[in-house]
Structure formats: structure tokens, C-alpha cells
């Protein structure tokens, strides 16, 4: 299986951003997938997940301003990310079953 991560960028505090991770080698939708994060200096932390089953479930930093869902598109989960804060700088990455994708980079300035 492999994922990639994408739709970072840079976006002011109070904005919105939606990453996206797309998967290959796998039947992605069988598996629940998993949104973390890690910020400069500071260790990797799980952000939001989604099961197989479609429940999902956030960390409380995250949780009323991010939303994690299954795309459209087959094999993707986005997370749209919504009145972000400078907090939530940091490199995003998707994970499931042990694969992990490259992160994107978000970066939220004050």
C-alpha cells in the first residue's frame, strides 16, 4: 500500500485548508484510516481516524474545526480543516494498517 498526503499549504489563522490522502496497492476502503500530525520540535500526534465502517473520531484539539471523511474519489479521505489556528502548524500525515504516506505541510501564522 502506498499513500500520499497532499493539499497543504500556507493559510491564515481563521482559514480553511482540506488535505487529501490517496492510496495505491490496496483496497483502501476496507481499512479505517488515520490523520496525524507533528510539529516542529515536538512528537508526531494522531489528529483524526475514520474506520472501515465510515465512524470517526477526533483529538480534542481538533474536534468541532476538523472534519474527516471518505472522497468521492475511490481510495481517498480528506480532512477539511477548518477555523485553523497557529497550533495547528505542522507536517500532516495519513496512515493505515502501518503505512504511512508522505506528510504535506500546513502552516497557519497568526
Known amino acids: 500500500v502506498q499513500l500520499q498526503a497532499y493539499g497543504g499549504g500556507l493559510v491564515q489563522a481563521g482559514g480553511s485548508l482540506r488535505l487529501s490522502c490517496a492510496a495505491s496497492?490496496?483496497?483502501?476502503?476496507?481499512?479505517?484510516i488515520d490523520w496525524y500530525r507533528q510539529a516542529p520540535g515536538k512528537q508526531r500526534e494522531w489528529v483524526a481516524g475514520?474506520?472501515?465502517?465510515?465512524?470517526?473520531a477526533y483529538a480534542d484539539s481538533v474536534k468541532g474545526r476538523f472534519t474527516i471523511s471518505r472522497g468521492n474519489a475511490k481510495n481517498t479521505v480528506n480532512l477539511q480543516m477548518n477555523s485553523l489556528k497557529p497550533e495547528d502548524t505542522a507536517v500532516y500525515y495519513c496512515?493505515?494498517?502501518?503505512?504511512w504516506g508522505q506528510g504535506t505541510l500546513v502552516t497557519s501564522p497568526a
Open positions: 496512515m493505515t494498517s502501518g503505512y
Open positions: 496497492g490496496g483496497t483502501f476502503s476496507i481499512f479505517g
Open positions: 475514520i474506520s472501515s465502517g465510515g465512524s470517526t
